[in-house]
C-alpha cells in the first residue's frame, strides 16, 4: 500500500490535473472548484438537490446528474472529492428512503469508478461519528449513512489498493453559504433572520457546542490532504467551541426556542491531529467574520 501511495503521490506533481467534484456546485464543492480550477482541469458532479447554479465557477466543467449514474461517464480523473450527500441532520430523519437513495446507494459505482481511474479520492465524512460518545450516528438516517459510507471507503479502499483519505468538516461557515431554506446552516441563517428583523430560534437546549470553521481554513486543509493526506480521521475544526446559546448572541438578542430534538448532537470528539500534522492551521475566527456581517 505505501508503496502505491507513493506511486499515485507523484500524480499530484504535475502542474495538471483532471479533478472531479461531486457535489461541486454546493457551498463547500464550489469553493473547492475555485480553489483548483485555475491550475488544472476541473469537472463538477451534481444533481442540484442543495447545489446551485448560481454557485458555478467560470472554466469549470458541469454535468448534472446523480452520482449513483457515474459509472456512464469516462474514468479519466486522477483525483475525486465526494462531497455529494444529504447534509441535514435533524430533517434527514423524515426522510429515511431518500437519504439512503442519495448516500447509501451511489457510494458503491463511485468507488468502482475512482479504482477505474487509478484515482485518489477524498472522501467527506461527518463529524457526527464522534459525536456524544459515538452514539449520535444511531439517531439520524443522515449520520447513519454518512458513518456507514465512511467505514465502507475505508474498507473498500484498502482492500483495493486505492489512495484515499477520509475528511471530517465541523459547521462549515462563510461566501455562499445557504442562508433559508432545507439546506440552511446556523451561521447564514442566524445572520438572515437579523436581516430581516426576525427572531433567532434555537433547538433546545442551546448549550449544545459546536466548532464553527470558517470555508477558507476548511478548503485549504482538503487541499492539503489531498495533496499529503493519507486514511482515516483528517477533523477540519477550528479549535475553538461555541454553544448555539452564545453564537445566536453574539448576533441578536432576539432569541426563542423549539423543542428538543434527539438527532441534534450536544457535542462532538474534535479529531484535528493527522490535519494538524500536514501544518494546516486554522485561522479565521468566527466572532469576526459574525462582526463583519452585522
Known sequence: MKILYNIKKKLFDRNIMKILIIGGAGFIGSHLCEAYVNNNNVTSLDNYISGKKENHIPGVRYL??????ILSIDPEYQLIFHLGEYSRVEKSIDKLDFVLENNSLPILNILKFTKASSAKLIYAGSSTKFADNGTNKFKSPYAFSKWQNSEIVKFYCENSDISYAITYFYNVYGERENADGEFATVIAKFLNLKRHNKKLYITKPGTQTRNFTHIDD???????????????????ASPQSYTVNEVAQLISSNIGYLDENEANRQSSLILTEKTLSLGWRSKKHLHEYIKSKL
Open 64 to 69: 448534472n446528474m446523480d452520482a449513483k449514474d
Open 218 to 236: 476548511t478548503i485549504n486543509a482538503l487541499e492539503m490532504i489531498a495533496d499529503k493526506g493519507f486514511g482515516d480521521e483528517y477533523g477540519i
